[in-house]
């Protein structure tokens, strides 16, 4: 008969609790309890994949960049996706907003997390923080390696978006992006080079255009609209005739500019967004959108965490399906 949890109590002097706990490196032991007890458990052979971590806890944890709901709601949806499956499952769900300069140590100490939900970008120094937590950990809106994750399906999301615009007859095609450390930003923009080579059209790489890090993410996308008519004009280039932006409210604030520089929308310059928030049906004129199920994001992240494979870091996304929103900005409502 092999070693059990009560043949490493018996001989580390504690309790059956407590080496359970060691070993799932969970929270209310000192650190040299824990070490003791994992020595032990390593010296008699136990197998502690024998303990198997019951996810009754459940910290969703999202950058203080993005906890702007008003500016940018995508991950409030994401968000209600993660709580009703936390309810439907009976998990306790909690929500932390942390970034660099955050204690992250101590407040995972407070929420006492069995698993953890990461949405969109964080520093990858939280992310080996996270890992040396031992805890199960999903990915959400983001990709790391030795992390499992869910993602939007963001290069179909770019391709579906520009061959839209293509198929109106539009050829300078601009894309506002942010920082590329994001990972479904960075994939848009790879999604967006990748649609001029399949349609055999000539890409000019001044038409892509980031927008500049320490700005308000409205200002930003702004402030990149600006930069590319002042560029055209003063090289005596053409204007983009349509802008695909990394998502709406960068749209939005891009074309506002547009607007107020007296261009029309869509008769010079058309436009598409992603992510389908409710701005973007609201606007005027309404907004193409590449759409996507926000909550689905939120409700499979809870359930990859309760997958027993999630161990396994299959390096493979699971992806959310996205779908496109011909409106008014672009100049067709209809595919």
Excluded: W
């Excluded at 944890?61 to 500016?71: E, P, T, Y």
């Excluded at 199960?136 to 579906?160: H, Q, W, Y």
């Excluded at 839209?164 to 790879?190: C, D, K, P, T």
């Excluded at 055209?232 to 998502?247: G, I, K, T």
């Amino acid at each position: 008969m092999g070693t059990t949890i009560r043949d490493v109590a018996r001989a580390a002097s504690v309790s059956i609790g407590t080496v359970s706990r060691a070993l799932k490196n969970q929270p209310g032991l000192s650190e040299a309890t824990r070490v003791r007890v994992v020595e032990v458990a390593q010296q008699l052979g136990y197998d502690s994949a024998q303990l198997r971590t019951r996810i009754r806890r459940v910290t969703f944890l999202l950058h203080r960049q993005h906890n702007n709901f008003a500016v940018s709601p995508f991950f409030s949806h994401v968000l209600n996706g993660f709580e009703e499956a936390c309810r439907e499952r009976r998990l306790v769900p909690s929500v932390l907003t942390a970034g660099p300069t955050q204690d992250l140590a101590q407040q995972m100490r407070l929420h006492a997390p069995d698993a953890i939900a990461v949405a969109g970008f964080v520093e990858p120094e939280l992310l080996v923080h996270l890992h040396s937590l031992n805890r199960p950990t999903i990915l959400i809106d983001l990709r790391a390696p030795g992390f499992r994750s869910v993602n939007i399906d963001n290069i179909k999301g770019a391709s579906l978006a520009m061959r839209h615009l293509f198929a109106l007859g539009r050829r300078r095609v601009a894309f506002i992006g942010g920082s590329l450390a994001h990972h479904s930003i960075s994939q848009r923009a790879l999604g967006y080079r990748l649609a001029y080579f399949e349609a055999g059209l000539l890409f000019d790489p001044m038409l892509e255009i980031n927008t500049q890090p320490g700005l308000a993410a409205d200002l930003a996308a702004a402030d990149a609209m600006e930069r590319l008519i002042v560029q055209a004009r003063e090289q005596s280039n053409p204007l983009p005739d349509a802008v695909f932006a990394y998502n709406d409210a960068a749209a939005l604030a891009a074309m506002r500019v547009c607007v107020a520089h007296g261009l029309r929308v869509p008769e010079d310059i058309a436009f598409v967004g992603f992510d389908d928030i409710p701005a973007a049906a609201q606007s005027t004129p309404p907004l193409s959108t590449v759409t996507v199920d926000k909550e689905a994001l939120g409700r499979r992240g809870v359930e990859l965490l309760l997958e027993d494979n999630l161990n396994s870091l299959d390096p493979a996304d699971t992806l959310v399906p996205v779908n496109f929103i011909p409106r008014a900005s672009s100049g067709s409502t209809t595919t």
